[in-house]
């Protein structure tokens, strides 16, 4: 809670986590405005706010952006230093819409479509509640009473599961469940990582933004399930609804600790808590918990439900003492905790009918039927399991023995199809509730094995077309790894690795995949696919898609998934695509959505996107409010004229913009193209072609105009290829109202290519100077798409050009454009043309673009695999480097392209530390510039001192100026000491005036103290040099080099020359560094320079340099500066960096700020950072005192670090990818990187193994991996 101080004495409390609403944050505004006592024409006349704009912004009847908001508030005198505390509350209050308030019929859709929610539907709940309309009375009035916790107690089979399914499946308006139901009947669902498991899952569908949250958090699940149970209780009392907890079975609990410690203590008013146990068992609660005082219900029994009790007792006695075969069944069943008719054939033997007649006939009752799911290898053939945990337990006791034998039949069997392989024979028991039996009984080691083993994912992805299960099966043993005191890190690293290749193997799918699966008809197929994309953002785009492509057959679906994305920028791009596809046929719901992409238009940080959602939501309200679109559609007119202009071409950022402006009003659309890109002919016919196609429907008139224009831009266009894409662009565009002129544009645009094409001789095409002369195999896919060094600059331009026309033409002749997709030799590419191309015959020829979908998947999986193992041994090149040079040389020569490139400037840059000889003999051999640059310039570095006219020369030798400059500079300065005339030299040759004042300065700062006459010379000459150059940019970067210097030695002049800066980006750069430089020795003004700068980034960067620099000297302000970024990703960064600067002197501190970070790779970065600092200082301790054999206490803390190193490498392998901790590994543990090394360069499959043992600590034993 933050406290702002006022004028006149005033005081405003803000507190971000209250103001949640736009009511709320006006009631702030009107306090705050009623405390200043002054009009509104008073404080709007110094603002660029108008007072209108003031007044509708404190009485709640407008919502303005930020910046607006921000002005108001300073016109208020709110201090720099506050305005964070209040861009969040704004940030809560954007997401307040009238919409979210009366939470729409699809808000909760996510919520109801989860996995655990469908478990309950499927498993637990009954066909019918019979009877019990009091009772249900009873909990709607508990939901809106005053009480916070009501306990069910009832008898076995009371109906308690029954009442309580119902209810979570089917509750009142204005109350949302989260429910868990623990449960003996399925396997490992009666715990508290299960429950924890089942309560996160519902919170992800009901808080999207914290999705990426639960999915990376490896330890303190249960305290974060408390946590987000808090949030989401909050989002509903905003949305004027209940959230309601319902755990049912708290007395069936075999875990520790156990689910009712874990229960909430209920902080939140808007959460209510409903338990259910049977009488009798004493739960264990702890002292002072709120459910030891709560209302106890007692549930009588039904009727109904007894009499199914007695009847299925006594079926299951007449099986107990039937035949030997009967309880063969039966103990099976128990042990499996459900199996199928075809698996119980196979274990038994006995003939189907046999099996049917006991199961739903003589003891029907006792069994109950449950579907397998869609996808399952039987997903006719439903799994039985016993009806109730009253009868598995009474089974378990009264079978005794023969539930173990039963047991070690399901182990051989498993084993036995593993030594197969995991044929697609397969029974799914053994793909889909084996491992959960394994947890179940605690195998732990067999549930590693499980886990790791790539043959039964592969099946199990084939049978499914997904991996949530694989990888679900692969976080549950790095859970229980990261609870190990002494984790097995060779598991840790090995899980790691599989769950990376998991994930990688949807890297390059493209993203038009899920929207081709759908026009199938392949819509679950489709939401899997899209969710499998391993990078948020692809993720979200890909589901931003895809419910474009069902909104019209299925829109609450597509609503649903557009409001579980993550990232609100795209969120908003989703609703306002949505909304736009809804026109007309919904548009009530239209204008909803539209008004929700609008709200979150703030939250966009690009600009050109910014402008486009605004013209979608200017269309669809355009009907309802006229004035009101056009009051929008100005806004976006005014982003896109101030979008900065690419220097690789102007139209990058406007083209969509400009297209959706077509939507709205093609006249402005057409009048921005002629005022932004009259310039460029090629984005400008593209441009056109486009809004020929969004306005051909509405008024071919003006869409034949466009047209015009657009060939007329395509006859500017020297390139061929270029020409091409514009007129197979526009052929698409009218093929619907002009298929003469389309087919005409077909055939030109393909006369065009073919120029292109066959114009290149076919050895220029395969091999660029300077590169591998590889010949463009089609089927070869060692190469990562886009790999230069793999065939050529130009044959990728001939690839992109087919591309590009099979692209446009596939509208209007989609056998040619099939043809040329074929042509496409990159692989990168060519899954993308095939998937384009069969979406464009999903509807005239399904079968023959369900083929061309396959065939695009297994191209890009193939090349996922390949492009996997060149990126492991890169990366182990690197990490071995220093403790192995031949063998890091060694596995980077056995790669190639620019990966082998990469991977040499990796180990020479090590190497050059103590042998610069081997590093330049080494950057001989890469071919590209950049590695080969940074391989020398680290040369210099290591030369400079000894040998500097070695080092000039190679500093000559660097390819990129920039570099060059930078790597003389700090030649000139190792030297000055020695030899300042020489120093003095390079300065005067070098032919960038910014080199030469970047060498100046640091002559400057070197003299500074020795002669400070000689560097004030030298200073005013670099000033002078500076001040020579005409392009305000670069004269801005030149003086950066100086400023850095003069922040040393005479701050006062650093600042005025930071303020001089005419480019506000310069500035704000300049300001940062100024306060970057003086942080240690005078941090306080150097938190009030960084709080000036205007640039968010700049500003969040000075200030995360700051709490880096005064971490050691007042830890509590490094934190409070850390925690105060409003950018997550700063403030990730920000935490991470002072964890590692306190990690020596406080490393338990630092590890609680370590787990404080959201984003999963940073975490993961800085607990692999801590491990290798507290590594280190184990192993210092026991090298200082192992001449000393008294030091019992030194050796006890060097074992205690080294332990501690581990479980942090561990949790950080759980975290993020599997390379981020092999850098620790050298200090912490050296023998698990040589074993590591050896796995992944030999890469041989070795045997499976189901083993016996249940240890999870460190075990000896191989593991089956695919190789990669």
Same mark, same amino acid.
């Given at each position: 809670?933050?406290?702002?101080?006022?004028?006149?004495?005033?005081?405003?409390?803000?507190?971000?986590?209250?103001?949640?609403?736009?009511?709320?944050?006006?009631?702030?505004?009107?306090?705050?405005?009623?405390?200043?006592?002054?009009?509104?024409?008073?404080?709007?006349?110094?603002?660029?706010?108008?007072?209108?704009?003031?007044?509708?912004?404190?009485?709640?009847?407008?919502?303005?952006?930020?910046?607006?908001?921000?002005?108001?508030?300073?016109?208020?005198?709110?201090?720099?230093?506050?305005?964070?505390?209040?861009?969040?509350?704004?940030?809560?209050?954007?997401?307040?819409?009238?919409?979210?308030?009366?939470?729409?019929?699809?808000?909760?859709?996510?919520?109801?479509?989860?996995?655990?929610?469908?478990?309950?539907?499927?498993?637990?709940?009954?066909?019918?509640?019979?009877?019990?309309?009091?009772?249900?009375?009873?909990?709607?009035?508990?939901?809106?009473?005053?009480?916070?916790?009501?306990?069910?107690?009832?008898?076995?089979?009371?109906?308690?599961?029954?009442?309580?399914?119902?209810?979570?499946?089917?509750?009142?308006?204005?109350?949302?469940?989260?429910?868990?139901?623990?449960?003996?009947?399925?396997?490992?669902?009666?715990?508290?990582?299960?429950?924890?498991?089942?309560?996160?899952?519902?919170?992800?569908?009901?808080?999207?933004?914290?999705?990426?949250?639960?999915?990376?958090?490896?330890?303190?699940?249960?305290?974060?399930?408390?946590?987000?149970?808090?949030?989401?209780?909050?989002?509903?009392?905003?949305?004027?609804?209940?959230?309601?907890?319902?755990?049912?079975?708290?007395?069936?609990?075999?875990?520790?600790?156990?689910?009712?410690?874990?229960?909430?203590?209920?902080?939140?008013?808007?959460?209510?808590?409903?338990?259910?146990?049977?009488?009798?068992?004493?739960?264990?609660?702890?002292?002072?918990?709120?459910?030891?005082?709560?209302?106890?219900?007692?549930?009588?029994?039904?009727?109904?439900?007894?009499?199914?009790?007695?009847?299925?007792?006594?079926?299951?006695?007449?099986?107990?003492?039937?035949?030997?075969?009967?309880?063969?069944?039966?103990?099976?069943?128990?042990?499996?905790?459900?199996?199928?008719?075809?698996?119980?054939?196979?274990?038994?033997?006995?003939?189907?009918?046999?099996?049917?007649?006991?199961?739903?006939?003589?003891?029907?009752?006792?069994?109950?039927?449950?579907?397998?799911?869609?996808?399952?290898?039987?997903?006719?053939?439903?799994?039985?399991?016993?009806?109730?945990?009253?009868?598995?337990?009474?089974?378990?006791?009264?079978?005794?023995?023969?539930?173990?034998?039963?047991?070690?039949?399901?182990?051989?069997?498993?084993?036995?199809?593993?030594?197969?392989?995991?044929?697609?024979?397969?029974?799914?028991?053994?793909?889909?509730?084996?491992?959960?039996?394994?947890?179940?009984?605690?195998?732990?080691?067999?549930?590693?094995?499980?886990?790791?083993?790539?043959?039964?994912?592969?099946?199990?992805?084939?049978?499914?077309?997904?991996?949530?299960?694989?990888?679900?099966?692969?976080?549950?043993?790095?859970?229980?790894?990261?609870?190990?005191?002494?984790?097995?890190?060779?598991?840790?690293?090995?899980?790691?690795?599989?769950?990376?290749?998991?994930?990688?193997?949807?890297?390059?799918?493209?993203?038009?995949?899920?929207?081709?699966?759908?026009?199938?008809?392949?819509?679950?197929?489709?939401?899997?696919?899209?969710?499998?994309?391993?990078?948020?953002?692809?993720?979200?785009?890909?589901?931003?898609?895809?419910?474009?492509?069902?909104?019209?057959?299925?829109?609450?679906?597509?609503?649903?998934?557009?409001?579980?994305?993550?990232?609100?920028?795209?969120?908003?791009?989703?609703?306002?695509?949505?909304?736009?596809?809804?026109?007309?046929?919904?548009?009530?719901?239209?204008?909803?959505?539209?008004?929700?992409?609008?709200?979150?238009?703030?939250?966009?940080?690009?600009?050109?996107?910014?402008?486009?959602?605004?013209?979608?939501?200017?269309?669809?309200?355009?009907?309802?409010?006229?004035?009101?679109?056009?009051?929008?559609?100005?806004?976006?007119?005014?982003?896109?004229?101030?979008?900065?202009?690419?220097?690789?071409?102007?139209?990058?950022?406007?083209?969509?913009?400009?297209?959706?402006?077509?939507?709205?009003?093609?006249?402005?659309?057409?009048?921005?193209?002629?005022?932004?890109?009259?310039?460029?002919?090629?984005?400008?016919?593209?441009?056109?072609?486009?809004?020929?196609?969004?306005?051909?429907?509405?008024?071919?008139?003006?869409?034949?105009?466009?047209?015009?224009?657009?060939?007329?831009?395509?006859?500017?266009?020297?390139?061929?290829?270029?020409?091409?894409?514009?007129?197979?662009?526009?052929?698409?565009?009218?093929?619907?109202?002009?298929?003469?002129?389309?087919?005409?544009?077909?055939?030109?645009?393909?006369?065009?290519?073919?120029?292109?094409?066959?114009?290149?001789?076919?050895?220029?095409?395969?091999?660029?100077?300077?590169?591998?002369?590889?010949?463009?195999?089609?089927?070869?896919?060692?190469?990562?798409?886009?790999?230069?060094?793999?065939?050529?600059?130009?044959?990728?331009?001939?690839?992109?050009?087919?591309?590009?026309?099979?692209?446009?033409?596939?509208?209007?002749?989609?056998?040619?454009?099939?043809?040329?997709?074929?042509?496409?030799?990159?692989?990168?590419?060519?899954?993308?043309?095939?998937?384009?191309?069969?979406?464009?015959?999903?509807?005239?020829?399904?079968?023959?673009?369900?083929?061309?979908?396959?065939?695009?998947?297994?191209?890009?999986?193939?090349?996922?695999?390949?492009?996997?193992?060149?990126?492991?041994?890169?990366?182990?090149?690197?990490?071995?480097?220093?403790?192995?040079?031949?063998?890091?040389?060694?596995?980077?020569?056995?790669?190639?392209?620019?990966?082998?490139?990469?991977?040499?400037?990796?180990?020479?840059?090590?190497?050059?530390?103590?042998?610069?000889?081997?590093?330049?003999?080494?950057?001989?051999?890469?071919?590209?510039?950049?590695?080969?640059?940074?391989?020398?310039?680290?040369?210099?570095?290591?030369?400079?001192?000894?040998?500097?006219?070695?080092?000039?020369?190679?500093?000559?030798?660097?390819?990129?100026?920039?570099?060059?400059?930078?790597?003389?500079?700090?030649?000139?300065?190792?030297?000055?000491?020695?030899?300042?005339?020489?120093?003095?030299?390079?300065?005067?040759?070098?032919?960038?005036?910014?080199?030469?004042?970047?060498?100046?300065?640091?002559?400057?700062?070197?003299?500074?103290?020795?002669?400070?006459?000689?560097?004030?010379?030298?200073?005013?000459?670099?000033?002078?040099?500076?001040?020579?150059?005409?392009?305000?940019?670069?004269?801005?970067?030149?003086?950066?080099?100086?400023?850095?210097?003069?922040?040393?030695?005479?701050?006062? &002049?650093? $600042?005025? @020359? /930071?303020?001089? +800066?005419?480019? *506000? !980006? %310069?500035? =704000?750069?300049?300001? #940062?560094?100024?306060?970057?430089?003086?942080?240690?020795?005078?941090?306080?003004?150097?938190?009030?320079?960084?709080?000036?700068?205007?640039?968010?980034?700049?500003?969040?960067?000075?200030?995360?340099?700051?709490?880096?620099?005064?971490?050691?000297?007042?830890?509590? &302000?490094? $934190?409070? @500066? /850390?925690?105060? +970024?409003?950018? *997550? !990703? %700063?403030? =990730?960064?920000?935490? #991470?960096?002072?964890?590692?600067?306190?990690?020596?002197?406080?490393?338990?501190?630092?590890?609680?700020?370590?787990?404080?970070?959201?984003?999963?790779?940073?975490?993961?970065?800085?607990?692999?950072?801590?491990?290798?600092?507290?590594?280190?200082?184990?192993?210092?301790?026991? $090298?200082?005192?192992?001449?000393?054999?008294?030091?019992? !206490?030194?050796?006890?803390?060097?074992?205690?670090?080294?332990?501690?190193?581990?479980?942090?490498?561990?949790?950080?392998?759980?975290?993020?990818?599997?390379?981020?901790?092999?850098?620790?590994?050298?200090?912490?543990?050296?023998?698990?990187?040589?074993?590591?090394?050896?796995?992944?360069?030999?890469?041989?499959?070795?045997?499976?193994?189901?083993?016996?043992?249940?240890?999870?600590?460190?075990?000896?034993?191989?593991?089956?991996?695919?190789?990669?």
């Amino acid at each position: 809670m933050t406290r702002l101080p006022r004028n006149m004495g005033a005081q405003i409390i803000v507190d971000p986590d209250a103001v949640t609403t736009r009511a709320e944050l006006s009631a702030a505004l009107q306090h705050l405005h009623q405390q200043t006592g002054l009009s509104y024409e008073k404080i709007a006349a110094p603002l660029l706010a108008s007072t209108s704009t003031l007044y509708g912004t404190v009485k709640g009847t407008s919502f303005p952006a930020w910046m607006t908001l921000r002005e108001i508030l300073l016109g208020y005198q709110v201090p720099e230093t506050a305005l964070p505390t209040w861009e969040l509350a704004h940030t809560r209050a954007a997401a307040d819409t009238p919409s979210r308030r009366s939470r729409s019929r699809t808000d909760l859709a996510g919520l109801r479509s989860s996995l655990y929610v469908r478990l309950v539907r499927e498993s637990i709940a009954p066909p019918e509640l019979l009877d019990r309309g009091a009772e249900r009375a009873m909990l709607e009035q508990f939901c809106r009473g005053d009480e916070r916790y009501l306990w069910v107690q009832g008898e076995p089979w009371a109906g308690k599961s029954a009442l309580l399914s119902t209810f979570a499946l089917t509750p009142p308006s204005d109350v949302t469940v989260v429910c868990f139901f623990v449960t003996d009947r399925r396997a490992a669902q009666n715990n508290h990582t299960a429950y924890t498991a089942g309560l996160l899952d519902q919170l992800s569908a009901l808080l999207p933004d914290q999705k990426s949250r639960i999915d990376t958090t490896p330890l303190y699940r249960d305290v974060l399930c408390n946590e987000l149970l808090a949030t989401a209780a909050r989002q509903e009392a905003a949305n004027r609804r209940r959230l309601v907890l319902v755990v049912d079975g708290l007395d069936e609990d075999t875990g520790a600790p156990p689910i009712v410690e874990l229960l909430p203590t209920l902080a939140e008013e808007g959460l209510r808590v409903v338990v259910a146990s049977r009488y009798g068992p004493r739960l264990p609660i702890p002292h002072g918990h709120p459910l030891a005082s709560a209302r106890r219900y007692r549930l009588a029994p039904s009727e109904y439900a007894a009499g199914l009790r007695d009847r299925a007792v006594a079926e299951l006695d007449a099986v107990l003492d039937g035949p030997e075969r009967n309880r063969e069944l039966l103990a099976l069943i128990t042990a499996a905790q459900g199996l199928s008719i075809s698996e119980l054939e196979m274990l038994t033997d006995m003939p189907p009918f046999e099996i049917d007649r006991l199961l739903r006939g003589t003891a029907g009752r006792s069994f109950r039927a449950v579907a397998e799911p869609v996808g399952s290898h039987h997903e006719h053939d439903p799994v039985y399991a016993l009806a109730h945990e009253t009868l598995q337990r009474i089974a378990e006791t009264r079978l005794g023995a023969l539930v173990a034998v039963s047991l070690d039949r399901l182990h051989a069997w498993a084993e036995r199809y593993c030594d197969l392989g995991w044929p697609n024979s397969t029974p799914d028991f053994l793909l889909s509730r084996y491992f959960a039996v394994a947890q179940q009984h605690g195998a732990s080691a067999r549930m590693a094995t499980l886990a790791l083993d790539a043959a039964r994912h592969d099946v199990m992805y084939t049978r499914t077309r997904a991996d949530w299960a694989a990888l679900t099966e692969i976080g549950v043993v790095q859970r229980m790894l990261c609870e190990h005191h002494a984790p097995d890190l060779l598991t840790a690293a090995q899980l790691a690795r599989h769950r990376d290749d998991i994930d990688s193997r949807n890297e390059y799918l493209d993203e038009s995949l899920p929207v081709l699966r759908a026009r199938l008809g392949q819509v679950d197929r489709a939401e899997a696919l899209a969710r499998s994309f391993p990078q948020p953002v692809r993720q979200s785009r890909a589901l931003v898609s895809l419910s474009e492509e069902i909104a019209g057959d299925d829109p609450d679906r597509a609503e649903r998934i557009v409001g579980e994305i993550e990232h609100l920028h795209i969120r908003a791009d989703g609703y306002a695509r949505l909304a736009k596809v809804l026109e007309g046929a919904d548009q009530a719901r239209a204008v909803e959505l539209a008004e929700r992409a609008e709200v979150l238009v703030d939250a966009i940080t690009d600009p050109g996107a910014q402008a486009t959602v605004l013209f979608y939501v200017a269309r669809v309200v355009a009907d309802s409010d006229n004035l009101r679109a056009e009051r929008i559609a100005d806004r976006a007119d005014a982003i896109a004229r101030s979008l900065p202009r690419s220097p690789y071409g102007e139209g990058v950022s406007l083209q969509p913009v400009l297209v959706a402006c077509a939507g709205f009003d093609p006249g402005r659309a057409e009048a921005l193209v002629r005022e932004l890109l009259e310039s460029d002919s090629w984005f400008r016919g593209m441009t056109l072609a486009h809004m020929t196609a969004v306005v051909s429907d509405t008024d071919p008139v003006q869409a034949f105009g466009l047209a015009d224009r657009a060939e007329a831009a395509a006859r500017e266009v020297s390139a061929t290829w270029l020409q091409a894409q514009i007129l197979g662009t526009l052929a698409d565009a009218i093929a619907g109202i002009d298929q003469l002129r389309a087919n005409d544009l077909v055939k030109r645009a393909e006369l065009a290519t073919r120029k292109f094409t066959d114009h290149i001789p076919q050895d220029s095409a395969q091999t660029q100077p300077g590169s591998a002369s590889v010949n463009a195999d089609p089927g070869r896919t060692d190469a990562a798409p886009g790999d230069v060094t793999s065939y050529g600059l130009t044959a990728i331009m001939q690839d992109q050009a087919r591309m590009r026309l099979a692209y446009a033409i596939l509208g209007v002749d989609p056998d040619r454009a099939e043809t040329i997709a074929n042509e496409v030799v990159d692989h990168g590419l060519r899954p993308m043309v095939l998937a384009a191309v069969a979406k464009g015959m999903a509807i005239t020829d399904p079968s023959r673009a369900a083929r061309l979908a396959d065939q695009a998947e297994a191209i890009t999986r193939k090349i996922a695999s390949s492009s996997r193992r060149a990126s492991v041994l890169a990366q182990f090149a690197s990490a071995i480097a220093r403790m192995d040079p031949d063998g890091a040389e060694s596995i980077a020569r056995g790669l190639s392209g620019v990966r082998r490139d990469d991977a040499l400037a990796e180990v020479a840059i090590v190497i050059a530390e103590t042998d610069p000889d081997r590093a330049e003999t080494i950057c001989a051999e890469i071919r590209t510039v950049w590695p080969s640059d940074r391989v020398l310039a680290r040369v210099v570095k290591s030369v400079a001192a000894t040998d500097p006219d070695r080092a000039e020369t190679l500093a000559h030798r660097i390819s990129i100026p920039r570099t060059r400059d930078r790597v003389l500079a700090h030649l000139a300065g190792v030297i000055a000491e020695s030899d300042p005339d020489r120093a003095e030299t390079i300065a005067h040759n070098a032919t960038d005036p910014a080199t030469q004042v970047a060498v100046l300065s640091r002559l400057a700062k070197i003299d500074g103290i020795a002669d400070p006459e000689r560097a004030a010379q030298l200073t005013n000459r670099a000033e002078t040099i500076a001040h020579r150059i005409t392009e305000a940019y670069r004269r801005d970067d030149a003086l950066t080099h100086l400023f850095a210097v003069l922040a040393k030695t005479d701050p006062d &002049r650093a $600042e005025t @020359i /930071a303020r001089t +800066f005419t480019d *506000p !980006e %310069q500035r =704000d750069r300049a300001l #940062a560094d100024f306060a970057e430089a003086i942080a240690e020795s005078d941090p306080d003004r150097a938190e009030t320079i960084a709080r000036t700068v205007t640039s968010r980034s700049w500003r969040d960067r000075a200030l995360a340099h700051l709490a880096k620099s005064v971490a050691q000297s007042d830890p509590d &302000r490094a $934190e409070t @500066i /850390a925690r105060t +970024f409003t950018d *997550p !990703e %700063q403030r =990730d960064h920000a935490l #991470a960096d002072f964890a590692e600067a306190i990690a020596e002197s406080d490393p338990d501190r630092a590890e609680t700020i370590a787990d404080d970070v959201v984003d999963s790779k940073t975490r993961a970065d800085a607990l692999s950072t801590l491990a290798k600092i507290i590594g280190r200082q184990g192993r210092d301790t026991a $090298e200082t005192h192992s001449a000393d054999p008294g030091h019992h !206490e030194s050796e006890t803390t060097t074992r205690t670090n080294h332990q501690r190193s581990k479980c942090l490498l561990a949790r950080a392998w759980a975290t993020a990818g599997w390379e981020i901790p092999i850098g620790a590994l050298p200090t912490v543990d050296p023998a698990l990187l040589q074993k590591l090394t050896h796995d992944v360069t030999s890469e041989q499959p070795a045997a499976a193994a189901l083993p016996t043992n249940t240890r999870i600590g460190n075990r000896d034993r191989n593991h089956r991996r695919r190789p990669a």
